[in-house]
């Protein structure tokens, strides 16, 4: 009987009807004879969970496919296809199927008793040299090159629910403002997003947000909302009203008028003090402050997606291709944590990727199959000898 291997079952957790109709629209294979868009996605995602770290080694790779191309219906691509695909192949259909295994993350999270908690953030990917200077150059800032990665962590699964790449010099407030907002959803951010009216749209929407508050802020304490020294390690806890009416840049304070909460927490060491600001009036203030403790955890993604998928070395130069391979680790790693979920595997995904890049070939039905039948002869055999004795 036939088993399909490990890769095929990981391909399946992809909407493969939304993928085509994202290929129609964008008409990514429009005038293509031989490769197709979906050759070049499951190439890439081989690339990207067997840590190819060139386009040689990626096209050497992409020949494994070549006894498996049926069922999987992807072919194999030669190292000058593979190279041309990049240059000129359409993102948008890898940037589709994305936002919806993204959806599937937060609808999960939904559908569970636990509160669903975003961590908002940004992480710059560096492109700076002769190779990528052509089309960075003109986005540079004063910090980084190249482009930036916007990203809603989902706190309790760390997998995100929202991605878009833009080009570095795109400010984290102004993606931020195209971000949609979902009711019940705990928002926590730094104070990069720094903005009364996106705050009061938050607030407008049912849900609740948590960062830090400015030092020239220009609040009016209110009244105090929890007596001093009844929490450990927080040092006030208070109501305060925004006194600015007008904004900066004259555009009116949305938010004036209103009641948010100010909360100052205690930092050992010689560290200043931090101090919170949120329309969150129900938690205590040290679930707060253990809210904002959490955004750390957006950290670490940045630092496990750049250490542990392709986003170092790079098959193409040009920012299509670059585009390409960023969509392509996004949706490798989505899979990978969709599979380890489907899979009930233990440990942390980054050793469930590492042992799954040396089994994609395998077909884990035959194995289990193949177990079964050895372990039905041994028992065959011990039967056999107790009745010679």
Request: hydrophobic letters at 40%.
């Amino acid at each position: 009987m036939f088993s399909p291997i490990r890769l095929s079952h990981i391909l399946q957790f992809i909407p493969r009807a939304a993928f085509n109709a994202a290929v129609k629209q964008s008409q990514a294979d429009r005038y293509v004879k031989k490769v197709s868009s979906w050759d070049l996605l499951v190439t890439l995602l081989l690339g990207q969970l067997t840590q190819a770290r060139s386009l040689r080694s990626l096209a050497v790779t992409s020949q494994a496919l070549q006894p498996h191309r049926y069922h999987l219906n992807a072919n194999s691509l030669s190292r000058s296809t593979l190279s041309d695909a990049l240059q000129k192949r359409s993102p948008e259909p890898l940037k589709a199927v994305c936002q919806l295994l993204l959806t599937q993350v937060g609808r999960k999270q939904r559908r569970s008793i636990a509160p669903m908690i975003s961590l908002i953030d940004s992480t710059c990917i560096t492109l700076r040299g002769p190779r990528f200077d052509d089309w960075t150059l003109a986005t540079k800032t004063r910090i980084t090159q190249g482009l930036k990665i916007h990203v809603g962590l989902d706190a309790q699964q760390l997998a995100p629910t929202y991605v878009n790449v833009t080009p570095a010099n795109l400010n984290d407030l102004s993606d931020a403002l195209q971000m949609p907002i979902e009711a019940g959803v705990t928002y926590v951010f730094d104070k990069g997003y720094c903005d009364y009216n996106w705050w009061h749209r938050i607030d407008q929407a049912g849900s609740v947000f948590v960062t830090r508050l400015k030092k020239n802020a220009n609040v009016a304490r209110i009244r105090e909302l929890t007596k001093t020294g009844t929490e450990p390690g927080i040092e006030s806890d208070e109501v305060v009203r925004f006194n600015k009416k007008i904004l900066n840049t004259k555009r009116p304070n949305r938010y004036f008028g209103q009641d948010v909460r100010r909360i100052r927490v205690n930092r050992d060491g010689d560290k200043p003090d931090l101090i919170l600001i949120t329309n969150d009036f129900k938690r205590s203030a040290q679930q707060i402050a253990a809210l904002y403790k959490q955004r750390w955890q957006i950290e670490l993604f940045f630092k496990w997606i750049k250490q542990h998928l392709k986003l170092k070395h790079y098959f193409g130069c040009s920012e299509n291709a670059v585009r390409l391979q960023i969509y392509s680790a996004l949706l490798a790693f989505l899979l990978l944590h969709a599979y380890r979920r489907h899979s009930c595997a233990t440990g942390s995904i980054y050793e469930f990727a590492t042992q799954l890049a040396y089994s994609l070939f395998e077909r884990p039905a035959a194995m289990l199959k193949a177990a079964e039948r050895r372990r039905n002869q041994a028992k065959l055999r011990i039967a056999m000898g107790s009745l010679q004795l």
